[in-house]
């Protein structure tokens, strides 16, 4: 038997590699490429040997998003479909013939025609039906296929037949497509003769733009104090929140900073336009569902003593995302910062331990109890570290904003809350205002102030309203009526509002019966005191 004899220069060469890929390994930060590979070869021998037909572009978005889930709560997969939808979104335009729309019983109703777009201008009103799309039935459509068929390029144009109550014959529109807005600035309006009110839904590209031009319009309307709404505002744009910080923030204070993982994600933001509304007295209301770029803006106005916060903590989302787009149209959206306010104070809330359902569920703060929060020592934590404010004032980190002025929503009660999800107020209303619509018309013309003051639901309309929830099958239940009964009334007023003056008629209604918004009116004073103006 013969004896092979590995010289032992071959032999110190071979040992020197497999030492150097050992060694690459325990010093890589991630072994990249073995798990690359790994992935890859799954993937081949599913392909290859699983029972059934694989859909292999399915198990990568699956296989992406299980991977995603393991670093933070929000650095996720977006397919291609859905990013083209939140894209145009927080773009703040898409091209298409402008309603907003529901599905009722199986037909495609107009709720109503956004101002400004080519509905509008052509006539088509709330509560028209559309029966036929390019002379096809329409009935049975689905959202999406509405989406599908409305929806096309500027100046293309679409053919749509209409039912209307009260017009005999059907009506046919040939509609040309259009930039149809959206809007981030849901209602602006006076609730009284010197406080303003603003809403605003989301962070936008246009947000400032549409924030400025509401505010400058409530100033020459008499406004001198402001409301700001941010309740449920799940934020958007950085830039944006900067910009909108920056109207009541003076001189060059900073609005927020980032600090990450690499140097070049380190970043911090200062104030540097100089506005009219830097002395104007500011309430902010909040409550679990302002997040993000909503706790930059009322995070810097706490900070500053600028104004005061006013509702239930904060969702506490202070990770800074960046889009990376993917070959086929995807998306990932990754973590690659952390936010801070000005006085160092990190939004972010704990997530570690926490699934995504136990995460988002936990969101604010059910301990704090309403009333003044000014000094913060209904949200005290030994636990957590504590900054102060302009003046002084502690205020604690790392979950959230909570409220200088504690105000927790009333919940409605379980039989409301059916109502609100079997859609009974809108499609109640559609069919009250087939007969009332010209009455309304008649009496208050286009005159909201006296429509809010003058107009009632009466005991007829109101039973009439139960009686029609329960053809829904909602079943009625007198106690948690009673309980709700003011409620559902102003609900059903604004619901008439909203069809005659958009989201400025169901804005209006609704603020009557609004507790967060009728405490804060009586807290300007607070608010001027602890920014240092003159204000009454």
Avoid: C
């Avoid at 032999?11 to 073995?34: A, E, H, P, R, Y």
């Avoid at 309603?99 to 019983?105: A, N, S, W």
């Avoid at 703060?365 to 900054?387: E, I, P």
């Avoid at 004073?525 to 602890?530: F, G, T």
């Amino acid at each position: 038997m013969k004896k092979f004899k590995i010289p032992i220069s071959v032999l110190l060469l071979t040992i020197g590699i497999v030492l150097g890929i050992q060694f690459q390994k325990v010093f890589s930060n991630d072994n990249l490429q073995d798990g690359i590979e790994k992935m890859d070869n799954v993937l081949r021998l599913t392909q290859r040997y699983y029972v059934e037909k694989v859909d292999t572009p399915k198990l990568v978005e699956a296989a992406i998003t299980g991977m995603l889930d393991k670093l933070d709560p929000h650095s996720v997969y977006i397919n291609a479909k859905r990013l083209k939808n939140i894209e145009e979104s927080f773009r703040g335009n898409f091209d298409g013939i402008g309603i907003e729309f529901q599905v009722i019983d199986d037909t495609l109703t107009v709720v109503a025609p956004i101002t400004g777009g080519p509905s509008e201008k052509l006539g088509i009103q709330s509560g028209d039906r559309i029966i036929k799309i390019e002379g096809k039935s329409a009935i049975g459509i689905t959202n999406d296929q509405v989406r599908q068929k409305l929806r096309g390029k500027a100046g293309t144009k679409v053919k749509v037949t209409i039912l209307r109550y009260g017009v005999d014959n059907p009506i046919e529109y040939t509609i040309t497509r259009d930039k149809i807005p959206i809007h981030s600035v849901d209602a602006y309006l006076m609730i009284n003769k010197d406080v303003g009110y603003v809403s605003v839904s989301r962070f936008s590209g246009t947000t400032s733009s549409e924030l400025l031009d509401a505010l400058k319009d409530l100033k020459q309307k008499g406004m001198n104090r402001l409301i700001l709404d941010l309740r449920g505002n799940p934020g958007g744009y950085l830039n944006q929140a900067v910009k909108v910080a920056d109207f009541f923030i003076s001189g060059n204070k900073k609005i927020v900073y980032t600090k990450g993982r690499r140097k070049e994600f380190n970043e911090e933001f200062d104030a540097s336009y100089k506005s009219d509304f830097e002395k104007i007295p500011l309430i902010i209301l909040v409550n679990k569902g302002s997040a993000s770029a909503s706790e930059i803006v009322s995070g810097a106005v706490q900070d500053w003593d600028r104004g005061l916060i006013v509702g239930t903590t904060t969702f506490g989302k202070g990770l800074v995302q960046r889009q990376f787009t993917l070959p086929d149209g995807s998306a990932i959206r990754l973590t690659i910062a952390k936010y801070y306010t000005p006085s160092g104070r990190l939004i972010q809330r704990d997530y570690k331990n926490l699934n995504k359902e136990e995460y988002y569920h936990d969101a604010g703060d059910s301990t704090l109890v309403n009333g003044d929060n000014l000094n913060h020592k209904a949200d005290k934590d030994s636990s957590a570290k504590f900054f102060k404010t302009k003046g002084g004032r502690k205020v604690y980190g790392g979950g959230g904003i909570t409220p200088d002025y504690v105000i927790k929503s009333e919940k409605s009660t379980v039989y409301t809350t059916n109502l609100l999800r079997k859609n009974v107020f809108y499609q109640f209303i559609l069919r009250y205002l087939e007969t009332k619509k010209q009455n309304i018309i008649n009496k208050y013309g286009n005159n909201l102030k006296s429509f809010n003051k003058n107009f009632k639901i009466n005991s007829s309309t109101l039973k009439n309203f139960l009686a029609f929830a329960k053809t829904l099958k909602v079943k009625f239940n007198l106690k948690e009526f009673n309980i709700d009964k003011n409620f559902i009334k102003a609900r059903l007023k604004a619901q008439i509002a909203r069809n005659f003056w958009k989201n400025k008629g169901w804005y209006t209604v609704l603020l009557n019966q609004d507790k967060e918004i009728q405490k804060s009116l009586s807290l300007f004073k607070e608010a001027s005191d602890l920014a240092g103006l003159n204000n009454k």
